[in-house]
Each structure stands twice: as C-alpha cells, then as structure tokens.
C-alpha cells in the first residue's frame, strides 16, 4: 500500500482534520467532482440528467456510525422519502445503506427490522434495496445480516470487497445462494492481516472474484453482478470473458461513482451495456471523500486542476 494511500485513509477517520476541512472552501468546492450535493434532491436531478444516456442510479446518504438509536428512525424515514422521489423522477434508481445508518451498532435486531421495513418498500417498487459494506469489524455481521434478508426477497444486494482475505471463502457460501453483489476493491485502512497490501493483488483478486460470481452455479432466481470498479483494464479483461462465454448481460450490471470518468460509463451503455452511476450525496462526507481520494491517488491532481479552475 502506498504513503499516499496510507495517509489518505488515515484522514479519513481523523475527527480533528474532519471538522477543520469540511469548513473550507477549497475542499468544499473540490468534493463537488464526486457528488452533486448535500441535498438529496441534488442527487436526483444529477440522476435526471443522466437517464438520456442509459446511465441508471444508485443513491447513498452519506453517514455511519450513528450515535442513538432514535436517529435510526430518522434514516428509515429518509430513505422511505428518497423511494417517493425516485418514483415521482420516473427514473431506475436503487439505494444503498450502512447497517451502522439503521442501529447495527446499538441493536442489531433493531437494525434488522428498520432493514426489512426497507427492503419490502424497495420490493413493492420493483427495486433492490443494497446493503453497504464498512470496515473489516462488520465484515462477518453485515453478511449475516444480508441472508436474514435474503432469506425474505432476492430484491435485496450485498457490497463485498475484493481486498479482504476473507473473501474467497465468503463467496462460495453467496454465490450458492445466488446472491445480488456488488463487487468492490475496498477503500478502508486494515491490516495486512485482514486485507491485501499489494494493488496487483487487489486487482487479481477483483478480477477472479468477479469471475466466480458469472460461474454457472451462481446463476440462480435474483443474482446480480454488479462491477463496482473505475479500472478500465479489469473491466475490459471481464468483457472479454463475458464475450467468450456467452454470458448474458441480464447477469451483470457495471457501478462507477458520480463524476468519475463519466465518459467511460456512456460509452458503456452506448454499447448496451448496464450502467449504474451511485449518486452520494449528505452533509457527513468527509470521510467518504477521503476514501475516494484513496482509491486512485491520482485523482488529487484531477481534483486540484478544477478547482483552481473556479
């Protein structure tokens, strides 16, 4: 793992450097590259804007760890809202949440129902409702937690991140139960323990991941691929063996960020395939923004060219 990763990753849970940054209009202007807003109705009418071009959404509240119980409640209720303002965009839009957004960390049978509460709204609307995943602690409760869902609807969706060691070994027990995943490199800062150091690595790992999940076997009633990646290369290598195969497009679905490389997910769909773009949005984005930086260093130069550009 690079210093600059390192050191990205460590912003991102420091309290001190959070409050201070977030204050500051440089990077206020500089987080506009991966969200369109703090509103959530600014997360909507980027979406809007979208739909012409094939590109669907995904929406997040930005946010973990909440502190009481009670603010649960107020997180449930949102995303009931985001649901409404989705259908009345008339747009293909699914959302994402933290398990620590609904209690997890306060009462996990408390957070199951807030999520089943969703998930059967998410039902009703023909959408799948995606559990988010967090650092390497929740790992083994946040799966738990997707099959007590899963065990109720296919409409509902796991984050799983290739860098983990642990993985290979989770995936088997998904993929025989056909799970819907979104298959992502991993943004929070482990040990080497727990996670891969080396991005070669990482990235052989994402590939073969992704792989497994197209396997035959994984071909059951609601399982989805959803490649979760910005790695052109990895996302080529698997369109080749989706081509070779014969694997239909039903069987995946491609997932960027908001404002990352935006040319690539039109050219996507422009070729038929699948696009989701997660439009994040929320006034905790600090954190989240720093990981972003994490995953592709290189984005700090992109990052810092437009915003001496305003």
Known sequence: MSLMRKLLLWASTNAWLRERAMRTRFV??????????????????????????????IFTKLGENISHLSEAEEVYAHYLKVLDLIKRAGISGEISIKPTQLGYDQDQDVCFDYCMKI????????????????????????????????????????????YLISTDRDLEELAALGATIRMVKGAYLEPASVAFMEKSKVNEQYYKNCIRLLQADADKPGALLHIATHDTGIQDQILAYVAQHGIEKRRYEFAMLYGINTARQ?????????????????????PWYMRRLAERPANIGFVLRNAFKR
């Open 28 to 57: 206020r202007l500089s987080v506009r590259k991966f969200m369109p807003g703090e509103q959530v109705e600014d997360a909507i009418a980027a979406a809007v804007q979208l739909k012409p071009s094939g590109v669907n959404a």
């Open 119 to 162: 998930l059967k709204a998410c039902e009703a609307q023909g959408t799948i409702f995606w559990i988010d995943m967090e650092g390497s602690a929740y790992t083994q409760g946040t799966i738990t937690l997707f099959k007590r869902l899963r065990a109720h609807s296919t409409k509902v969706g796991i984050a799983i991140q290739a």
């Open 266 to 286: 039109l050219s996507l769909a422009q070729r038929g395939e699948r696009v989701r773009c997660l439009v994040a949005y929320g006034e905790y984005w600090f």
